[in-house]
């Protein structure tokens, strides 16, 4: 379905039964932590929907969205073998009209980490989210913990805009070295691609040391911003966080959460670990 009448008809001939349904929005260039939503989705729901949508708001001027990585064809096969009952790939005129004038924004929980560095990314997310939940009105919607704070983020637009959706958080899917998969890999060259399981193994490191040690968070953020510059990193942040209000914390509880953006040259890389106390 291309456009928004289409998808709502269709739904509207599922709901005559009682199903439920569920949406797993994407950025398309999909990849097995793409399908680990579907088949998150396929174990609740008795239809899903997908969405392709390289949504221009989300990147800024500076940012990849020109070459972001486009497979329209070899997406649909996967997501068809998967299970996926229908795929929404709106064109970018029909979620934004020339004349559209409204941005949802979510206070507090986009000021830090990803939300400091990208300026304007998480009212990008929010807006499009906000206009394909209301297009699809899925009963569960799933996001990866890859994005950890677009999760939070999504969560609270739903409750606060009452809009009657579950929101469930999927883990990250990751490669047997640790990198978490994503589609932004693919531009990473062969050096690049040997230096990044790094992130993983380092944050998984603080993560560990924060377990033993809850105190320690200054120096163990400390320790892990040199790891990731020595493994070969432009590091842009690395930070402890309450995992469910992404507060600041002076002491890691079984609630913290180790986060992360660094670069490897030209591309921008994003982990977050828990930090899970010894027993
Ligand atoms: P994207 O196409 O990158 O916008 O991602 C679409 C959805 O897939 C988001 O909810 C992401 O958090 C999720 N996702 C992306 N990569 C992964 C991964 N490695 N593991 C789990 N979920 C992921």
């Given at each position: 379905?291309?456009?928004?009448?289409?998808?709502r008809k269709?739904?509207?001939?599922w709901r005559?039964?009682?199903?439920?349904?569920?949406?797993?929005?994407?950025?398309?260039?999909?990849?097995?932590?793409?399908?680990?939503?579907?088949?998150?989705?396929?174990?609740?729901?008795?239809?899903?929907?997908?969405?392709?949508?390289?949504?221009?708001?989300?990147?800024?001027?500076?940012?990849?969205?020109?070459?972001?990585?486009?497979?329209?064809?070899?997406?649909?096969?996967?997501?068809?073998?998967?299970?996926?009952?229908?795929?929404?790939?709106?064109?970018?005129?029909?979620?934004?009209?020339?004349?559209?004038?409204?941005?949802?924004?979510?206070?507090?929980?986009?000021?830090?980490?990803?939300?400091?560095?990208?300026?304007?990314?998480?009212?990008?997310?929010?807006?499009?989210?906000?206009?394909?939940?209301?297009?699809?009105?899925?009963?569960?919607?799933?996001?990866?913990?890859?994005?950890?704070?677009?999760?939070?983020?999504?969560?609270?637009?739903?409750?606060?805009?009452?809009?009657?959706?579950?929101?469930?958080?999927?883990?990250?899917?990751?490669?047997?070295?640790?990198?978490?998969?994503?589609?932004?890999?693919?531009?990473?060259?062969?050096?690049?691609?040997?230096?990044?399981?790094?992130?993983?193994?380092v944050l998984?490191?603080?993560?560990?040391?924060?377990?033993?040690?809850?105190?320690?968070?200054?120096?163990?953020?400390?320790?892990?911003?040199?790891?990731?510059?020595?493994?070969?990193?432009?590091?842009?942040?690395?930070?402890?966080?309450?995992?469910?209000?992404?507060?600041?914390?002076?002491?890691?509880?079984?609630?913290?959460?180790?986060?992360?953006?660094?670069?490897?040259?030209?591309?921008?890389?994003?982990?977050?670990?828990?930090?899970?106390?010894?027993?």
């Open positions: 379905m291309r456009t928004v009448a289409d998808l269709h739904i509207a001939l005559k039964g009682e199903v439920r349904v569920g949406l797993v929005p994407t950025m398309g260039a999909l990849h097995q932590g793409h399908m680990a939503l579907v088949e998150a989705a396929r174990a609740e729901c008795d239809r899903i929907v997908a969405s392709i949508f390289v949504n221009p708001k989300q990147f800024a001027p500076t940012e990849d969205l020109g070459s972001y990585p486009r497979r329209e064809a070899a997406d649909l096969e996967m997501l068809r073998s998967a299970g996926v009952d229908l795929v929404f790939i709106p064109a970018v005129d029909e979620m934004y009209p020339p004349d559209f004038a409204t941005l949802v924004r979510v206070s507090g929980l986009t000021e830090g980490l990803c939300g400091a560095h990208r300026a304007g990314h998480f009212d990008g997310v929010t807006t499009v989210v906000t206009k394909l939940l209301i297009q699809a009105l899925p009963d569960i919607a799933y996001f990866g913990e890859k994005d950890y704070q677009q999760l939070m983020v999504v969560r609270r637009l739903a409750r606060d805009l009452d809009i009657p959706v579950h929101i469930t958080g999927v883990p990250t899917v990751r490669e047997a070295d640790g990198l978490a998969l994503s589609s932004r890999n693919v531009y990473l060259s062969v050096e690049e691609r040997r230096i990044a399981p790094n992130l993983a193994r998984r490191n603080v993560a560990g040391a924060l377990a033993e040690d809850s105190s320690a968070i200054a120096r163990e953020a400390a320790r892990g911003a040199a790891a990731l510059q020595q493994a070969g990193f432009a590091v842009e942040y690395l930070e402890v966080r309450e995992a469910g209000t992404l507060a600041p914390t002076s002491g890691a509880t079984g609630s913290s959460r180790v986060f992360a953006a660094v670069w490897l040259g030209k591309t921008r890389l994003i982990d977050n670990m828990p930090i899970v106390p010894a027993a």
